[in-house]
């Protein structure tokens, strides 16, 4: 008997077509849409996918494993009807080279202007001005998982000091300087860059406050290229409105999309990004890098083995 697979994602026929000739003991549904789904979501054993809702989970009466597309898993963990006995892995560790390109073009927009330089060319202005560089500039990295291992190795090569942030105190050979969470406040008042990298959890949540904006140089800027609530949206709003830090560069945000009239959006100095962060033309290849491995152990019963397994 067949094992069922729903997979659920705009690009759901791809991942199909790359995964049915390899495991022929799976019957694979591809859905770009929920309302595509009909009843084979009581049938599903296995589910890929980003995001599903409520209402949806509630039916999956059969479910037994959910592989998450992305890092964060914070949206399934929140379904009020997730069963507790179903399994949650997540794609942790393939987002490095994409996110750490992101921080390096977001650090090198806000530092040499430009979005300056756009707005000129949009009206024909030559306007020139001496460009500051990321060379011999401190850049501070809260998360040091495979994302910020990334970063730092990339700020190194643009010849900054790379100070890392986290919890375990992890080592990290692209490092100049390693500091505990208790040190968070140091490294946001020496840094001329402050990019945040860390999960979603009840810990890091709001974890980026009042106290460490307020902590960070004037000419500093601040990247949230994690979740939206690890940093205290208000208190950024202030310090950029007041222009107690430079400016920042956002790619996640507490209301998702950005709501049109929401302060962000007009501010001269931030940038916005639309959560891209971890997308990529070859995503679902990194991706299936992953998938591929947890089902090959799934199917053979080694359910406890699967990789980047989620607690809940």
Known sequence: MKTNLLILDSQAEEYRKALELEFPDLHIRSCQTEREVGDFIGQARILLTFNISDELIRKAVNLDWIQALGTGVDSILSLP??????LLTSTR?????QM???AILLMLALTRRFPDTIRNQDKG???RWQGELLWQKKVGILGLGAVGEQIARKCRAFGMT????????????????LFGLEDLLTVAR?????????????????????????????????????RGPVVDEKALIRALESKAIAGAALDVFDEEPLPQNHPFWKMKNVIVTPHVGGTSTFYASQVLSIF???????LKGE???LINVVEH
């Open 81 to 86: 009807s997730l069963p507790k006995g179903v």
């Open 292 to 298: 591929r491995e947890n089902l090959r152990r799934y």
């Open 162 to 177: 790379v100070y890392g942030i986290n919890r375990s105190k992890k080592p990290v050979d692209a490092l100049d300087r």
């Open 100 to 102: 750490s390109e992101l």
């Open 190 to 226: 020496d840094v001329d860059y402050f990019i945040v990298v860390v999960p979603l959890t009840p810990e890091t949540r709001g974890m980026v406050g009042a106290e460490v904006i307020s902590a960070m140089k004037p000419n500093a800027f601040l990247l949230n290229l994690a």
């Open 303 to 305: 359910r406890h083995a």
């Open 125 to 127: 202005v030559w306007d």
């Open 93 to 97: 560790g393939i987002h490095g080279p």
